[in-house]
């Protein structure tokens, strides 16, 4: 069955079906998603004007029920960097889309009136545009029910928030989650905005009655599909009852902040004591005794399931998952150390369709310049009404942390390309660091995994001090950069890693579903030339190797408990794009 592309023509409001072009029939997820950007945007085009586009779109083997194959790509020019921006998250909108033969949704041009919003219906056999001004200002947990009730049980939807409604440069993309909550997110980079300046606030897609997936080898994805299985269930990591599935991503809190790389306080230190209090220990007890949910799959193949619902107590006011990245930015960064006030920070992001690590960085640069004190959960809660209620200030909050930063008069802005610093802190682990610098996302933890060798032992070991990191970075990007383009969860990297029967496995699904016979080495250099890809659109946007670089003051502030600073030569910085 032939896949089709979807064209969403805002300025007359028209949803073409297009023929997948040769050149695109082997790409998916990311490689798809920059590949079109790269051909059909112009590099220096206004990310919030009328020749930016947004595009979606499922990875290779998303939807073909292969165990953790549910990401969604989402890409466009970023208002955050002014670079290509691709952001992918774990949702069951991600299978409904791939079980819809659709490879690719490209969303393009402006209505003509600008206050108006629009919704993408895509039913079982047709699709098409409907006026969605009644959601506008509405929270999208409140929204998300409300279009359920409208539209049926049995849909997914993709959504902007109301940070998304003021151009803000922090608003992210939200997804369903397998209860239909607002709490899955294509977070970085702002495309939430992107969205919104073209008019559309929602897609609702519907379940298909047909399933349009096509395998051309079933038996060589099969086999592929058990030996990637098996090593997920083999590995300390990803297996039942093991950290992920135990835990979830913030089992990472005590890890990190063990190994002095854990920031808080606006990057100032890099461990205290108190970050102990919201591990992902402490946050499993809590889920247990409120009657939450843990562990829990944030798409339909998930087997690791490393996510959540967290509540209040009483089970009341579910949120969702409250992440590793969300509970360091809006916890210890910001001196917070209090899984209650972290979860009301993290529904209030969920809701106004903001970035969690964007926001979190972001509240603690206005505690460096004053505007509240270092833990002060009460007042920061209050700047998310600020949001809501689109002031002034509220405005200046939700377009991130250099806008804050520029604001308050902050020199510790810890940003990379306009995008602010994950949680890992690159002066005590370095490898990290050279991922920040050199990836064309802007700083992003997720596009080349350093911590894996570095600090939890897959892959090898890596001295997190050593400065020579650069053919690791360059490695783990290109891998990256792969698994996102297949639409599978970067975790399966865990047991992949270590496990060499895993890899081949994620190979083989590849070459059953597209019906190639790439070998690994074929799949490092896709990944590569997804980075190729990347890397030139953001040449010509104006980007040079000069971007390539930390923030000054992680040069020269010593960061507690070990005292280092960011001390990775520019030369080596420079290695990870030589050939």
Not at 347 to 359: P, V, W
Not at 490 to 512: H, K, Q, R, S, W
Request: hydrophobic share 35%.
């Amino acid at each position: 069955m032939a896949k089709k592309i979807l064209r969403v023509n805002m300025e007359d409001l028209t949803v073409k079906e297009e023929e997948v072009p040769e050149e695109y029939e082997n790409l998916g997820g990311r490689a798809l998603t920059s590949q079109i950007i790269a051909d059909e945007v112009p590099p220096k085009a206004h990310p919030l004007g009328p020749n930016n586009k947004l595009v979606f779109a499922p990875g290779i083997v998303t939807g073909t029920g292969s165990p953790n194959s549910g990401r969604l790509s989402a890409g466009g020019k970023s208002p955050l960097t002014g670079g290509i921006k691709e952001s992918n998250a774990g949702t069951p909108f991600a299978k409904t889309l791939a079980k819809k033969g659709i490879k690719a949704i490209i969303v393009e041009g402006k209505p003509e009136n600008k206050d108006r919003y629009y919704l993408l219906k895509l039913n079982e056999d047709e699709s098409d545009l409907v006026h969605a001004d009644e959601w506008v200002g509405k929270g999208l947990y409140e929204a998300y029910e409300e279009l359920h009730e409208e539209f049926g049980e049995n849909i997914e939807i993709t959504g902007a928030g109301i940070a998304a409604e003021i151009g803000a440069s922090n608003a992210g993309i939200s997804y369903t989650d397998p209860e239909g909550m607002s709490s899955r997110y294509s977070g970085r980079g702002g495309l939430g905005a992107v969205m919104a300046s073209k008019g559309l606030k929602f897609i609702v897609a519907e379940e298909p009655k047909e399933d349009r997936i096509e395998i051309k080898d079933e038996e060589t994805f099969n086999e592929g599909r058990k030996k990637l299985a098996k090593a997920l269930a083999e590995h300390d990591i990803t297996k039942k009852d093991g950290a992920l599935n135990s835990y979830g991503t913030a089992v990472l809190v005590n890890i990190i902040n063990e190994s002095g790389g854990l920031p808080q306080r606006n990057f100032s230190e890099g461990s205290d004591d108190r970050s102990a209090e919201v591990s992902g220990e402490k946050k499993a007890e809590a889920v247990q005794e409120r009657g939450g949910v843990r562990p829990h799959k944030c798409s339909p193949s998930c087997i690791i399931q490393c996510s959540e619902i967290w509540t209040k107590e009483g089970g009341e006011d579910p949120v969702g998952v409250l992440e590793y990245e969300s509970v360091w930015a809006l916890g210890p960064n910001c001196g917070i150390y209090d899984l209650d006030t972290i979860g009301e920070l993290n529904r209030a992001c969920n809701d106004l369709g903001l970035d969690t690590i964007e926001m979190g960085n972001t509240i603690a640069v206005a505690m460096e310049g004053g505007l509240l004190d270092f833990g002060d959960g009460v007042k920061a809660l209050e700047l998310m009404d600020e949001i809501y209620e689109k002031t002034p200030l509220g405005r200046i909050l939700a377009n991130g942390v250099e806008f804050t930063g520029e604001a308050f008069g902050v020199n510790r802005v810890p940003t990379v390309k306009g995008q602010s610093i994950p949680a890992y802190d690159p002066r005590s682990i370095k490898g990290i660091g050279v991922t920040y610098a050199t990836t064309p996302m802007g700083a992003d933890h997720t596009a080349g995994y350093a911590i894996a060798p570095e600090i939890l032992g897959v892959g090898g070991d890596a001295d997190p001090f050593e400065k020579e990191k650069g053919e690791l970075s360059k490695n783990l990007q290109r891998a990256t950069a792969a698994i996102d383009s297949a639409g599978y969860c970067l975790f399966i990297a865990f047991a992949t890693m270590d496990i060499d029967e895993g890899m081949e496995g994620v190979v083989d699904t590849v070459n059953g579903v597209l019906g190639t016979d790439y070998s690994i080495e074929d799949v490092m250099a896709f990944g590569a030339n997804v980075l190729k890809t990347e890397r030139e659109f953001n040449r010509k946007a104006g980007f040079s190797k000069e971007d390539d670089r930390l923030p000054e003051f992680m040069k020269e502030e010593k960061l507690p408990p070990h005292n280092e600073v960011f001390d990775v030569p520019d030369e080596e910085l420079d290695s990870v794009w030589e050939d």
